[in-house]
């Protein structure tokens, strides 16, 4: 059960668009329609803002998408703004009732 | 609202154990499995295992296979992630998190307990 392979780092300025990756095998990223993401700040509890792939939770922005072809997914994030500043995480279900998380990846704000 | 409120920082000798509380409120304890998650420092997070709130039906991931238990108390509402055979390693944020039935996703999580393995 080997983590899911992300981007150490992104960045970009305000008002730009970032896309970051997550790259699992066909045991897990590819083989459910169920990734979601999580952002978290340091010494904060991580926040859904994306699941099942695609879709938002309410009360997220739309400034946040997600999407998934085969094996990898990403996270788009639209006209940054300073508060996107931080580390996102994806997670897969990777079957027998066991889920796998990404490595990571640090969103930094120009 | 919802809410998941974990115990509180653990400082533990090399070899002992660890065993940390979720308390929930605000929801169905039995409609949602609670996941539990760390993170090192420094590190990315980490899935740990899960518990089924309604059967006590458990899985771990392999890497803590044997070390790690995890057990729940419906009539307090709370979750319980015991650590044994603690090494320095095993220093980490801990979060429990809930996650409904038939669904794959985290919604809701504790504010995260820290535990320190240190001689």
């Known amino acids: 059960q080997s983590a899911l392979a992300q981007p150490a780092s992104v960045s970009g300025s305000p008002g730009q668009s970032i896309t970051m990756s997550c790259t699992g095998t066909?045991?897990?990223?590819?083989?459910?329609?169920?990734v979601s993401w999580y952002q978290k700040y340091p010494d904060k509890a991580p926040k859904l803002i994306i699941f099942?792939?695609?879709k938002r939770p309410s009360g997220v922005s739309n400034r946040f998408s997600g999407f998934k072809s085969g094996n990898t997914a990403s996270l788009t994030i639209s006209g940054l703004q300073d508060e996107d500043e931080a580390d996102y995480y994806c997670c897969s279900y990777a079957g027998s009732s066991t889920w796998v998380f990404g490595g990571g990846t640090k969103l930094t704000v120009l | 609202q919802v809410q998941l409120v974990q115990s509180a920082t653990e400082m533990k000798k090399p070899g002992a154990s660890v065993k940390v509380s979720c308390t929930t409120s605000g929801y169905t304890f039995t409609s949602y499995h609670i996941t539990w998650v760390r993170q090192a420092p420094g590190q990315g997070l980490e899935w740990l295992g899960r518990i089924s709130t309604y059967t006590g039906d458990t899985s771990y991931a392999p890497k803590f296979q044997g070390r790690v238990t995890m057990t729940t108390d419906r009539s307090t509402k709370t979750a319980y992630m015991e650590l044994t055979g603690l090494r320095s390693d095993d220093s980490a944020v801990y979060f429990c998190?809930?996650?409904?039935?038939?669904?794959?996703?985290?919604?809701?999580w504790g504010q995260g307990t820290l535990v320190t393995v240190s001689s």
């Open positions: 099942e792939d695609t």
């Open positions: 066909t045991s897990d990223v590819g083989g459910y329609n169920v």
């Open positions: 998190a809930r996650r409904r039935e038939s669904t794959f996703y985290f919604d809701y």
